[in-house]
């Protein structure tokens, strides 16, 4: 049983972390080229980019600090380190730029390490082999899952922060401790980027950001053996690339039409593809703070809702 004080501590660690780097690699990413065009906004301003780097230092900080107040686990250092990996990932894909397969193969083969803490069961039913060739392959797509999710100030980041407090409190009421730090220091780092990320965003997270979400969010649901509670968590996700992916298929980012802004309001342009921002705007146009809340308020229902049958199960 980890003390409270640990917990604490490693969660406050990973916010102050967060919330002190995140304008300093802001600026440095800004002077080294990595920017991004604020596309959803008429003066169409420069913003630096691979902010996420910040989340990531915040997060480890966070779990350097829980390991020295409670020791070192194997759980969370195979975690940390495919966690890395997959923060490399990111960052290697802002500097050359990977194909959709490359991107794929390459998430996939970071992933494996997780067989090692996975339980081979799913809902009481021994999957054997089954679930160690599906693991890396969900894993993957999880990550990429939650790197479709964005473009717009504090969409990716706040969703995140939701479903990784979803994440925590399910395990929590699990009795899992390690998801519940994993999920817990993750949030922290978000909600202390997200003051810089909301609208409007003086940093994006970029790849580094995005990616390294879906690899905390689906090893803390892996550790703590909550697949389905979790998957419920993650439905917002799952809604957005079904919808991109039915109505567009893969496409690269720069061959998909911009969301169009007209006096401070967003709409969704004809005959282009589907997502889960665009499916409001089609309904009606509005302004960008008020489609990320809409979107918020559907990642808080499904949090719930794990929250909610985990409860049930215990």
């Known amino acids: 049983m980890y003390s409270m004080h640990g917990i604490i501590a490693s969660s406050l660690a990973a916010f102050i972390t967060t919330f002190i780097l995140t304008p300093v690699f802001a600026e440095r990413m800004y002077r080294a080229g990595f920017r991004g065009i604020d596309l959803h906004k008429e003066?169409?301003?420069e913003i630096p980019e691979q902010g996420g780097i910040?989340?990531?230092?915040?997060?480890?900080?966070?779990?350097?600090v829980f390991s020295f107040l409670e020791g070192i686990k194997l759980d969370i250092i195979i975690i940390s380190l495919v966690a890395l990996a997959v923060a490399g990932i990111g960052f290697y894909d802002r500097i050359k730029r990977l194909s959709a397969r490359e991107k794929a193969v390459s998430l996939t083969l970071a992933g494996i390490p997780l067989i090692f803490i996975a339980q081979p069961t799913f809902m009481g039913v021994n999957l054997g082999i089954i679930y160690y060739i599906s693991l890396p392959v969900l894993f993957m797509f999880t990550c990429n899952f939650t790197n479709m999710l964005a473009g717009l100030n504090g969409l990716e980041i706040g969703v995140g922060a939701i479903s990784s407090s979803g994440i925590a409190a399910i395990a929590y009421i699990k009795g899992e401790e390690i998801?519940?730090?994993?999920?817990?220091?993750?949030?922290?780092?978000?909600?202390?980027?997200?003051?810089?990320?909301?609208?409007?965003?003086?940093?994006?997270?970029?790849?580094?950001?995005?990616?390294?979400?879906g690899s905390v969010l689906f090893s803390a649901?892996?550790?703590?053996?909550?697949?389905?509670?979790?998957?419920?968590?993650?439905?917002?996700?799952?809604?957005?690339?079904?919808?991109?992916?039915?109505?567009?298929?893969?496409?690269?980012?720069e061959s998909q039409k911009p969301t169009l802004v007209r006096h401070g309001r967003l709409y969704a342009p004809e005959d282009s593809n589907f997502s889960l921002v665009r499916l409001f705007l089609r309904i009606k146009p509005m302004s960008e703070r008020q489609v990320v809340f809409l979107i918020y308020i559907i990642s808080a229902v499904f949090a719930l809702a794990g929250v909610g049958l985990e409860h049930l199960l215990t």
């Open 54 to 64: 910040a989340i990531v230092a915040g997060f480890f900080s966070g779990l350097i």
């Open 221 to 253: 649901i892996i550790a703590g053996k909550f697949e389905l509670e979790g998957m419920i968590v993650l439905i917002p996700y799952v809604m957005d690339a079904m919808l991109k992916l039915v109505s567009a298929g893969v496409m690269v980012r």
């Open 43 to 45: 003066t169409k301003k």
């Open 179 to 213: 998801s519940m730090v994993l999920a817990l220091v993750l949030a922290l780092s978000l909600i202390a980027f997200l003051y810089y990320n909301s609208y409007p965003a003086r940093v994006f997270p970029g790849d580094v950001g995005t990616l390294f979400i």
